[in-house]
C-alpha cells in the first residue's frame, strides 16, 4: 500500500535525504519518495503504518514534521 504525506521542514537535497533514510528506516516502509516542490513524502509500506510512528521518525531525523497529505480541492 502507498500513502501521500505533507512534509514540512525540507528546502535541499540534504534534508530531503534525512527524510527519505528516516522513512527508510521505519519497520514495514519498502519504498520512499521524497519531493520538495510539494513538499510530500510517497511512502510504499507492506502493511498499514501509524501516521504519527513515521512522524516520529522524521522529527528524530531534524526539524521537519510528517501530517497526512490532503490535497486542494477547488
Known amino acids: 500500500?502507498?500513502?501521500?504525506?505533507a512534509i514540512s521542514g525540507i528546502s535541499d537535497a540534504a534534508s530531503i535525504d534525512q527524510v527519505k533514510k528516516a522513512l527508510e528506516g521505519v519497520q514495514?516502509?519498502?519504498a520512499v519518495?521524497?519531493?520538495v516542490e510539494?513538499?510530500?513524502?510517497?511512502?510504499?509500506?507492506s502493511s498499514h503504518i501509524q501516521t504519527s510512528v513515521l512522524a516520529a521518525a522524521v522529527k528524530q531525523a531534524g526539524n521537519y514534521d510528517l501530517?497526512?497529505?490532503?490535497p486542494h480541492r477547488h
Open 33 to 35: 519518495l521524497v519531493q
Open 38 to 45: 510539494l513538499p510530500q513524502a510517497k511512502v510504499t509500506m
Open 1 to 5: 500500500m502507498t500513502h501521500m504525506y
Open 67 to 70: 501530517s497526512d497529505w490532503l
Open 28 to 30: 514495514g516502509v519498502t
